[in-house]
């Protein structure tokens, strides 16, 4: 085939060979521009395999697999203005082999059918054949019935001006086509069917719509075309004409009708047509495939590929992209099997080969069929309702303009845009990309379609699956694949089908051995023997067949394993090589003997590769040899045939010869006796084997005899006993189901009684609930009442007790402070004078400290002065004056350890004297607190007994208010058990209740189930009161703890005084660290000063806490006291507590006994006992809530604890560090950068990036730190003017923070923080750009920390559109989490008194899919707006960037709360509205209190607060309806009628609203122009901007904290 000129028929030879030889599927692939013969090529090679594999059977399956191309040809081919023959679809046609290599049968699969030619084409161009063909032969009687006539008077076959082709006669073709419809089985009732519809489109074309006015159409109901289409296809001629000009819109409350205009109906028109011939274009397919279809087992089969070339013409639309697109994926799969998969084997076997560059189109593809490429853009704004192609366009512009090369905007046009091919460039036209890609029908029209009682088109749209013929023999997917949607709103597009099936088909192709045939189309006029040597050379290096020429010469295009090389060449080998255990080895030795030439092949790792004629070569020796050992095997074989016919006949010869001469014998050895007694003995022999067999006979008659009458006697008993046993049966089955009746009356009985009784304890509960909410509240301020009375009660008490004992106290002291106040006089003057001995000793030792610290003063402010007048000369005096510093700190500590000790000895001196005084005057003082307090009580006495007074004025209020309750609440239950005793007969019941319905009952245990819920209710109260118990008693243990704790801080107090002068030290050393660090003058002035300034205040603090300590003290005391007398109340109030506790407990007791007494009211106390449950269970969950806050805020007060400890070891390590380490001489100033290698970038991202946590980061650190650290690394590179550094290490950073937010993309923290470092990330690139738009909010210190090599704008871009993205997926964490609280948080919940549990008349109580135990509360909502406020805020998000978040989360829950509130009629009445408007202003003062108010965000809310306000105005005078249309602006027309439509009385006060009224109020509304839409678009999003903020924090003063365990980064 190498040596040959190129022919179809050799490459569909070399396919059917490597089948053969390799027991492999094969594919023939015909690729080529349109119009350059892919079809004939296709047709010859399926000629070829018909011919070579014909089988001797009378199946003729060759013969229809040929058929089969004039029929697809007929209904799939077209004229354009490229090829008179275009195939409009792609066909991939596999033939079956049988093991012996025939064929066996073959199947079929189309793609994408190009079904607007049906109803459109260019100028100069035709419709499908088929169309050309019917009219052609319409004069033929057997088409009369049709109507048809020329091609000419038909629209749909006239566009293109020229309906003729030269040289074809469509009426000899038309019988062609229905020649080979009959040789493929298909009958001449099928083709008229087929006829039939096709005729239908034809007549549907030219269907007349008239347009009335600008918004209407109509279709005459006389139109003769009509009539012909509803009589060909069976329809009723008027529906068609009206759903032709309108359509049907559903919502979820009314379906709606609505005109079309002229151009909308002939859309209409145009749509069903072509859905209607794409029907029939897959039926005829698969009626193909039928008869193609095979009963055997599939053993290999070839495919061979027809599918369209690449195009472009003047207008380019959806078809040809796809078109075009497929041809990219074939030429890919060429480049793969040819250049990549060719080269990457000859790398990996180690084969010594120079690789050739050739053209990759994988850019062009991933451009098309990517995430957010072109048709993945396609069908996203196919999928929205609004969707054009104008908005798909800018997408389009906007994604990939001026950022892939392979994408253009033509100069002259804004709805076009360019595609570079690997062929050529393409301009498409936008225009019907959207609607061809959706391919949408109306649904009435279709429904219509399904009706018709024409069989064929009624089975067209039968919602059914399209099995494949050969699902069970093919090995191969099928392409077309039909995915039933779960709904109508989500159809698959054609794009995403056609995509899916191109997959498949590449997957069977790699599936395959390929096999390619490139058609070379020689000029573009369509004219015989004209050859454009240009246009060839384009097509051959757009095909890559230039490059295909290079690698085939190069190449070794032949290769075998070893193995198999063994295996298939084993006979050319002698037995010495046979005898080598290498078999590698035994291939080369092999070779080298039978090539000469060792460049004719290789020896790869795994592989033998040969040259092109080397495996030819080898196949002839292999075939001489068979040969050879065929003649010498025939040789043998036909000796010994010939060997073994002549054995034959020789003994064949012998026994002739044997029986001639025994006859020969016999004759001459019989005589007359001799027959005699051969007579005789044959007649003894007959009459002794008659005898024989007579008594024999006779025995087996008695046998049958004995058997048959056993066996009919068992029948009869078993018959006997049958009939017993039915008859028995008869009697059982009588009596049970008797037995069952009178149960299943007794069920039925018992279950109307259940009805009955639960139906009136539901009316019960209902009035129970409303009374047991108002006296839990009755309860809870009683309960508050008497324990505030309690105590008041107790604390007189109290008071006059220690009135009592104060007054027997006074008397005994005033007479012990008689006898003993001339000695306490004597001692307290000794020890007066002694104490002011000591206090001028002190005085003396902290003026000594005065003057030490003066002189300390005047030293630091000689160095200071010495720094500022030597800047010059800094270095030299620097180290004189650190010398002399330090030798004078070193005297200075000398002396403060020497006033140390002398200190501590006066102050033990001092202590001894104080304790002295403690003891002597604890009397005196203990008088003087009791004199105290009892003049501080008797000034209370007077208010306390006026609040006793007005406390016992409320509880009698309450007391008396309580009774008429009880009162009420007796009255209201007698008259409902009265009502429940008079409506029921128990007497009656239990006369109707027999026995065993009782013990049922019982057996069911329904009332001890409850009695026992009951009890268990109580005994959860018992256990709650219990833990509430043992809450107090642990708070009073807490208490005690703080006792000791206070008692502690006490102590810790006395132990500051000593502290102070190691914290003097402290500060001394921080002082000549700080000047011996920095270099900068003014950074040393500030320093000192404050260190000086802090200097003074701890001394100040010093002396107060000295003065204050002994107050401290008193106050301490006087705490503990306090606090004792807290815990006794507190102990009272547990007392109250529980006597309530055991007051509620017996009320429950009564309440049992009364439920025993009335069985009744079972469910009713069963579901109280619930409610409590489920209240005590949210009691539960909010103090679980508020214990973790708590926590929460422990936690984050300990990590600050923590870091504030850190800072104190680190500063006491420097210190010691200064002064054990001598100073160096030669510190920098820091510059703001962070040093790090190339290698350690990834250690940066990882640490900085992925692992690091928002909650983990320290609390007070500066917002966007790692921002900061980020900028400063780039600094470095661009310091450094490393380009490569520094792209490779914004790449890193910015994918890092991608894939953060890809991992954590429902984490609302972590996207909260990344959103707030990005913006601050993208701050500082603006504000060190070095551009004066930014430079101008800098100080001059931080414009030095300017970018100096590197433009980063490319990267702000980047950056920005990395914001937006975080920013957009931030949102929807946000609004996933509030969304489910809005609708029961708004609307839903009740808080207003005298709103809760008012329902509209007539409507049920929504069931909700929430738990009322979980259910969300507007509280609930304002709670997760304040967590996602804190959780920005502690981030350090953007004020304006935090507004706008908190604007779009507004916007949705006003949105959410609209919507629920138009479809649902229950919630629109004027007590509802109330609460919408209470809900709103919680809202609001959230915004005050957050300080929002400029956000916006309160506009949002404006068409929910209009719609309130609507629901609660007056309906009724045409004043009303003026109001409502003034004031109702941001509400549309529609959306107020369908409020004041919906609109319900609660109650008999209210009335509904008259339609008069809506009329009037909607014609006030027709002059508004406003969207006739009835919802808000909840998914709607502002636009988001991203304010330039820049950062106040200098680079020079970042320090890296060491939890980021960034230890490898250093400052410069």
Known sequence: MGDMDPHIFAVAEEAYKQMARNNKNQSVIVSGESGAGKTVSARYAMRYF????????????????????????????????????????????????????????????????????????????????IFYQLCASAHRPEFKHLKLGSAEEFHYTNMGGNTVIEGVNDEDYMRETQKTFTLLGLKEDFQMDVFRILAAILHLGNLQITAVGDERSFVNLDDKHLHIFCELLDLESDKIAQWL?????????????????????????????????????DFIVERINKALQFSGKQYTFIGVLDIYGFETFDVNSFEQFCINYANEKLQQQFNLHVFKLEQEEYMKEDIPWTLIDFYDNQPVIDLIEAKMGILDLLDEECMLPQGTDENWLQKLYNNFLNKNPLFEKPRMSNTSFIVQHFADMVEYKSEGFLEKNRDTVYEVLIEILKNSKFQLCANFFQERPLLSPFSSSIKVKPAKIVIKPPNKQFRTTVGNKFCSSLYLLMETLNATTPHYVRCIKPNDQKLPFEFDSKRVVQQLRACGVLETIRISSQSYPSRWTYIEFYSRYRILMSQNELSLNDKKQICKIVLQRLIQDPSQYQFGRTKIFFRAGQVAYLEKLRSDKLRQACVVIQKNIRGWLQRKKFLHIRQAAITIQQYFRGQRAVRQTITARALKEAWAAIVIQRHCRGYLVRRLCQLIRVAALTIQAFTRGFLARKKYRKMLEEHKA??????????????????????????????????????????????????????????NHSNDVELIHKVQLDLEKLATQKKTAEEKEKRNRDDYEQRISELENRNSELQKEKKELEGKLREKTEEMKDKMDDLTKRLFADVQREERQRITLEKNFHNQKQDFELKIESLKEEIKTLKEENDQLQNQLQEELQIHAGLKMEVAEFTNQAKTIPELQKEIELIQTQKMDVEKQLQSQKREMREKMSDVTRQILDSYDFADVRSRLSTEDLQHLNEDGELWFAYEGLKKATRVLENHFQSQKENYESEIDGLNSKVEHLSQEISHLQKLFREENDINDSIRLQVARLTSENMMIPDLKQRISEVQKHKKDLENLLQEEVAKNRDRMEEMADRLHHNMDEEGTRRKVLKVQNEIYTKEKEKLILADGDFQTTKDLTEKQREMAKETKSKMWQDEDYLIMENTDLEEELDKKDRLIKKLQDQIRTLRKSIEKDNDVPISTAQREYIGMLQYRKEDEAKIVQNLILDLKPRGVVVNMIPGLPAHILFMCVRYADYLNDDGMLKSFMNMAINGVKQVIKEHVE??????????????????????????????????????????????????????????????????????????????????????????????TGFRKRSSSIDDTDAYTMTSILQQLSYFYTTMCQNGLDSELLKQAVKQLFYLIGAVTL????????????????????????????????????????????????????????????????????????????????ILNSYTPIDDFEKRVTPSFVRKVQAMLNNRENSPQLMLDAKYLFQVTFPFTPSPHALEMIQIPSSFKLGFLTRI
Request: glycine share 2%.
């Open 50 to 129: 018909a011919t070579v594999s014909r089988s001797s059977s009378n199946a003729k399956v060759e013969d229809k697999v040929l058929a089969s191309n004039p029929i697809t040809e007929a209904v799939g081919n077209a004229k354009t203005t490229r090829n008179d023959n275009s195939s409009r679809f792609g066909k991939y046609t596999e033939i079956s082999f049988d093991k012996r290599y025939q064929i066996i049968g073959a199947n079929m699969r189309t793609y994408l059918l190009e079904k607007s030619r049906v109803v459109f084409q260019s100028e100069n161009e035709r419709n499908y054949h």
């Open 730 to 787: 008869v009697i059982l089955q009588k009596h049970a189901r008797a037995w069952l009746a009178r149960r299943r009356f007794q069920n039925i009985r018992r279950f109307v009684l259940n009805i009955q009784l639960s139906y009136r304890v539901q009316r019960l509960q209902k009035k129970l609930e409303d009374q047991t909410k108002e006296n839990r509240a009755l309860l809870e301020r009683l309960t508050h009442l008497a324990s």
């Open 1459 to 1538: 919507n629920s509130l138009f479809l649902r009629k229950d919630m629109c009445s004027c007590r509802k509205g109330m609460q919408i408007r209470c809900n709103i202003s919680y809202l609001e003062e959230w915004l005050k209190e957050k300080n929002l108010q400029n956000c916006s965000a309160k506009e949002t809310l404006e068409p929910l607060s209009q719609a309130a306000w609507l629901l609660q105005v007056k309906k009724i005078t045409d004043d009303d309806a003026k109001e409502i249309s003034e004031r109702c602006t941001s509400l549309s027309a529609v959306q107020i009628v369908k």
């Open 1307 to 1400: 984490d609302f923290e972590m996207m909260s923080f990344w959103l707030s470092n990005t913006c601050h990330f993208l701050n500082c690139l603006k504000q060190y750009s070095g551009e004066e738009e930014f430079m101008k909010y800098n100080n001059p210190q931080q414009n030095k920390n300017n970018l100096k090599h590197f433009d980063l704008s490319e990267y702000r871009q980047v950056l920005s559109d990395l914001a937006i993205r975080i920013y957009h997926q931030f949102i929807i964490v946000m609004e996933n989490n509030i969304q489910p609280m809005i609708v029961p948080g708004m609307l839903e919940y009740e808080s207003l008194q005298g709103i809760s549990g008012l329902k509209p």
């Open 245 to 281: 000009c309108h359509r049907k819109i559903i919502t979820t409350s009314e379906t709606v009708v609505k005109p079309m205009t002229k151009l909308q109906a002939l859309n209409a028109r145009d749509a069903l047509a072509k859905k209607i011939y794409a029907h029939l274009f």
